[in-house]
């Protein structure tokens, strides 16, 4: 078969290439050279698919970066139109609360932790929106777009709580904290104690804790607005709401939370339920009642 395959390749065949006029014209080659004539070509003609279908994808992927940074730029300029609107809405709101008298729009009642906390977001998102969007990775982006709408929450929550204030200002007797938050028994009190946590020292105790089973419902104590619903240093998961007046109440260690910043609440309703979220010894709520940014005895305000 080798033998074959070696007397084929070296043999000759005669190429003719016959024009309409003119004399025709010969050629001899081996049938090794005209194999391999046909290999270069095939190679050439498929090197050059190659290439056109590279180039045509280049185009096209130029094409779709071209019409996504288009895209980019449109969402870019209305968030930016967005943050704007947002820092209208601000200036709106102080000017609001200046014509009925009421306290400033950064909240006092903050517990321990809580505001430099929040403070650190809150600078972060600063030196977000400062930022050209150029100049943004797709994490810093997209951490944008979380500040932007926790912006947006907080403003609405405000604005709730200028509208509540408006229409129940003449009548503190709902906003007043009048019931117990949780049917369970009293394990600590307001005021000085040990540390629960073994050291031998004594801490303040800004509330009272109701020791339950776990699951146990916790309600709302007052009529208000919910300023924060989510995770606290410390507190683990907390509700913090303003019932104007003066009035503000903290549910801390909490699981299940039932409602968001912004909403309007009313005396009884359920807001969560008993957990040891946070720094906890056991299953527990612990209720804070504030008065005019003064922790106070929340004993005072149930039978």
Not at 156 to 185: C, G, H, K, M, V
Request: charge should be positive; glycine fraction near 8%; hydrophobic fraction near 35%.
């Amino acid at each position: 078969m080798g033998k074959i395959s070696n007397k084929l390749f070296k043999e000759r065949v005669d190429i003719l290439i016959m024009p309409r006029t003119g004399s025709a014209l010969k050629f001899r080659v081996r049938v090794s050279t005209l194999a391999l004539l046909l290999v270069v070509w095939a190679g050439v003609t498929l090197a050059g698919w190659l290439l056109f279908a590279r180039g045509y994808d280049y185009h096209i992927t130029k094409a779709d970066n071209q019409l996504m940074r288009v895209k980019m730029k449109l969402i870019g300029d209305e968030l930016e139109r967005g943050r704007k609107y947002l820092e209208l809405a601000r200036t709106t709101e102080k000017q609001m609360r200046q014509m009925l008298g009421m306290p400033g729009g950064k909240f006092i009642n903050l517990p321990k932790g809580w505001e430099e906390a929040k403070e650190k977001e809150d600078a972060r998102a600063r030196a977000l929106f400062q930022k050209d969007f150029k100049d943004l990775d797709a994490k810093e982006f997209e951490e944008y777009i979380d500040a932007l709408e926790d912006n947006v929450q907080e403003q609405l929550a405000s604005y709730q709580e200028i509208a509540w204030y408006f229409a129940n200002r003449r009548d503190s007797l709902n906003s007043t904290p009048s019931i117990r938050p949780s049917s369970a028994r009293i394990s600590s009190g307001f005021g000085y104690r040990l540390d629960p946590f073994g050291r031998k020292t004594t801490k303040r105790h800004n509330g009272v804790d109701f020791a339950g089973k776990p699951d146990s419902p916790i309600v709302v104590t007052a009529d208000g607005v919910v300023r924060h619903a989510g995770w606290v240093p410390s507190y683990g998961q907390a509700i913090l709401v303003d019932h104007g007046f003066g009035y503000s109440t903290l549910y801390a260690h909490t699981t299940a939370i039932r409602v968001k910043t912004g909403d309007v609440v009313k005396r009884g309703e359920k807001i969560a339920t008993m957990g040891s979220s946070g720094r906890s010894t056991g299953t527990h709520l612990h209720y804070e009642v504030w008065k005019d940014g003064q922790a106070v005895d929340p004993k005072n305000y149930f039978k």
